[in-house]
């Protein structure tokens, strides 16, 4: 076996969403000489490939979900009526196609620019569907469930109707944003190995995102090991630590910067209370909606 030693890699990275909020990344294995290993029996190649697409399409999303405004958090489903539900790359270049659609549709009323951040999930028996972020739909394009009509728990919890879409795809449920940081977070939980038949499909992406999009801007890159640092990692991957700092001023990544002539002293601080895994956004379950196109043949879209 030969290792070779190009360079000596950073421990954590720091990245800002906006004036206050951080992002803390630290890299396993790192703060020391990076060590390239040329025997190639020694790594599953395809593993370590998907772990890292599941690293930063869960980074990816963070950033567009925290950097950009959001209205609601959708689940997109198909009618078979309608659609192959088993077909995800027809899904995804009609969505896309839709989308621009809906811009020219709305450009006039609108001032605002249809957005969206999707990531497709398996049902149980692997028909697929949507779930995300959208922001940018006009009033006039979305309504709300009508009882008698559609199911109570769609009425009685406030969930909305995107008719444009039930008209094209399917069935879809808009649930307006009432926590932004923990809907981010919990959309991110999709990118995982649940979705590990994506990596059977070549050329398919882990998430859909419309653009322009803003995201974070790296703002240091820091050696050494830092308890305050370790302190605020919450989630841990094969690969890296990452967390989420909330409440802090420009100073917070230069504190770590040794070529700084000064360190100052940590602030305090409120952190964000990170959602607990009972957390949900406004959404039902797929196989709920799935339900709505058994419940009569003679449903009608409002």
């Known amino acids: 076996m030969v290792t070779s030693y190009e360079y000596v890699s950073p421990t954590y990275s720091i990245k800002q969403f906006n004036e206050s909020t951080y992002s803390v990344t630290k890299f396993k294995h790192s703060g020391l000489p990076s060590m390239i290993s040329h025997d190639k029996d020694e790594i599953k190649?395809?593993?370590?490939?998907?772990?890292?697409?599941?690293?930063?399409?869960?980074?990816?999303?963070?950033?567009?979900?925290?950097?950009?405004?959001?209205?609601?958090?959708?689940?997109?489903?198909?009618?078979?009526?309608?659609?192959?539900?088993?077909?995800?790359g027809k899904f995804k270049t009609d969505l896309i196609r839709f989308a621009c659609d809906i811009r020219k549709k709305y450009k006039k009323l609108n001032s605002r620019r249809l957005s969206f951040v999707f990531v497709p999930e398996n049902h149980k028996d692997g028909a697929w569907h949507m779930h995300g972020l959208l922001y940018g739909l006009p009033e006039c394009a979305v309504s709300e469930f009508i009882k008698g009509v559609h199911p109570d728990y769609l009425v009685d919890n406030g969930f909305l109707n995107w008719k444009d879409y039930a008209d094209k795809f399917g069935f879809v449920s808009l649930g307006i944003i009432r926590d932004k940081v923990g809907t981010v977070l919990y959309t991110t939980k999709y990118i995982n190995k649940d979705i590990k038949a994506l990596s059977d499909?070549?050329?398919?992406?882990?998430?859909?995102?419309?653009?322009?999009?803003?995201?974070?801007?790296?703002?240091?890159?820091?050696?050494?090991?830092?308890?305050?640092?370790?302190?605020?990692?919450?989630?841990?991957?094969?690969?890296?630590?990452?967390?989420?700092?909330?409440?802090?001023?420009?100073?917070?990544?230069?504190?770590?910067?040794?070529?700084?002539?000064?360190?100052?002293?940590?602030?305090?601080?409120?952190?964000y209370k990170l959602p607990t895994q009972e957390f949900r956004p406004e959404t039902i379950d797929p196989s709920v909606q799935m339900n709505v196109f058994e419940m009569c043949d003679k449903r009608v879209w409002v």
Request: negative net charge; aromatic residues 16%.
């Open 45 to 88: 190649e395809n593993e370590s490939k998907m772990e890292n697409a599941f690293s930063r399409a869960r980074s990816m999303i963070k950033q567009y979900g925290l950097c950009n405004d959001w209205d609601y958090f959708v689940t997109l489903t198909l009618d078979p009526k309608k659609y192959n539900r088993y077909e995800l």
């Open 201 to 271: 499909m070549k050329g398919e992406h882990l998430y859909m995102a419309s653009r322009p999009l803003k995201t974070a801007e790296k703002v240091a890159d820091v050696y050494g090991n830092y308890a305050e640092l370790d302190s605020r990692l919450t989630e841990h991957y094969r690969f890296c630590s990452t967390g989420l700092v909330f409440n802090e001023n420009w100073v917070f990544p230069q504190q770590f910067n040794e070529d700084c002539e000064e360190t100052p002293l940590f602030g305090e601080y409120k952190p």
